[in-house]
């Protein structure tokens, strides 16, 4: 087996931003089910602070983050059928627990993780679409919002809420959505979403006879859930992607409601390469959206591009809280 030292970003102790540095990782040949890529670039997610952080104690043996990546095949293992050398590909592939990080020149990933990527926006830019996009098609697989329901995203202005907004209307679902902001309000409205302040999400449906939303997706978490459980209809199903804190949940049982909690990377800590549904039914969802963004129906939101060599600073302006855009890094090395 060939193996050679590749140039990436580590984390070998975790801690501050600081413990991001430069270094070499040993990088087989892919095996069955699996691909080589080259990186073109990695998307930046909040997951990866708490990793380095050891909040989240999901940190790969490699020390090397980055869930997000897009790139160029340059290798492939047994088995694999729907991808070949030379193609450009997107995922959601790695960065934690037993699966090789974006932060890299080169990466060895599950096939079936990754799809060819839209050939209507850069491979740079399809690097910010997965992990976000994949959260919120899980969110609303489980919610199952029907054509004559009301969805209302709270946090709808971000990452996860943007997917949100996208793929529910493709679906002909009507959207409602809270902000944090008065620019931001408006930038939903912009998008055909009838929005406002999230302290404001109970107004959203106070002219219906039954007031409260069927459907509530929270992209947020902390007093974001709390809200939802407040505003949701009697019987409501509510989906957050952050259930991490204390709660109160008189509301939900006073309105037998169903709480679902969204962790997509799931798949990636439980399954193996080849082996796990979950793993190929993210491939699959992204092929169809790479196809569904090609035929001009979704449009990807512009992420900002900085170098990858930038990761500490970008982690450090993020737990500032002065990191407003997605943010995707070209690889530099």
């Known amino acids: 087996m060939t193996i050679k030292p590749v140039p990436a970003w580590l984390v070998k102790q975790t801690g501050t931003p600081d413990v991001l540095v430069k270094g070499d990782i040993e990088l087989a040949e892919p095996q069955t089910g699996e691909v080589k890529i080259r990186v073109c670039a990695a998307g930046f997610n909040p997951i990866d602070t708490k990793i380095r952080a050891g909040l989240a104690p999901i940190l790969n043996d490699a020390g090397v983050l980055g869930c997000d990546v897009s790139g160029e095949?340059?290798?492939?293992?047994?088995?694999?059928?729907?991808?070949?050398?030379?193609?450009?590909?997107?995922g959601c592939a790695g960065g934690v627990k037993g699966n090789g990080g974006a932060l890299a020149a080169e990466m060895v990933c599950d096939a079936d993780l990754l799809a060819k990527a839209p050939q209507s926006v850069s491979?740079?830019?399809?690097?910010?679409?997965?992990?976000?996009?994949?959260?919120?098609?899980?969110?609303?697989?489980?919610?199952?919002?029907?054509?004559?329901?009301?969805?209302?995203?709270?946090?709808?202005?971000?990452?996860v809420g943007q997917w949100a907004i996208r793929l529910a209307q493709e679906s002909g679902i009507e959207v409602f959505g809270t902000a944090g902001s008065n620019e931001r309000v408006e930038q939903l409205k912009q998008q055909g979403v009838y929005a406002d302040l999230h302290a404001n999400a109970a107004e959203l449906s106070g002219s219906w006879e039954q007031p409260?939303?069927?459907?509530?997706?929270?992209?947020?978490?902390?007093?974001?859930?709390?809200?939802?459980?407040?505003?949701?209809?009697?019987?409501?199903?509510?989906?957050?992607?952050?259930?991490?804190?204390?709660?109160?949940?008189?509301?939900?049982?006073?309105?037998?409601?169903?709480?679902?909690?969204?962790?997509?990377?799931?798949?990636?800590?439980?399954?193996?390469?080849?082996?796990?549904?979950?793993?190929?039914?993210?491939?699959?969802?992204?092929a169809q959206l790479s196809e569904k963004i090609d035929a001009g129906f979704i449009t990807v939101p512009v992420a900002q591009e900085q170098q990858m060599s930038d990761v500490a600073e970008i982690h450090r302006t993020y737990e500032a809280g002065e990191l407003s855009n997605k943010v995707v890094m070209i690889a530099d090395f």
Not at 227 to 242: G, H, M, R
Request: aromatic share 6%; with cysteine.
């Open 212 to 286: 409260g939303f069927e459907k509530v997706l929270d992209a947020f978490g902390g007093e974001s859930l709390q809200k939802a459980l407040e505003v949701a209809a009697p019987y409501a199903q509510v989906a957050t992607i952050n259930a991490r804190n204390n709660y109160d949940l008189t509301q939900a049982h006073a309105k037998s409601l169903t709480l679902h909690a969204i962790f997509m990377l799931l798949p990636l800590l439980t399954e193996k390469a080849g082996t796990g549904k979950g793993r190929k039914t993210y491939g699959e969802f992204l």
């Open 123 to 159: 491979l740079v830019q399809a690097a910010s679409i997965p992990l976000v996009a994949i959260t919120a098609f899980e969110a609303l697989k489980r919610l199952a919002p029907q054509a004559h329901e009301k969805l209302l995203v709270m946090g709808a202005s971000g990452g």
């Open 73 to 90: 095949v340059i290798a492939i293992g047994d088995g694999v059928t729907h991808l070949a050398v030379g193609d450009c590909v997107y």
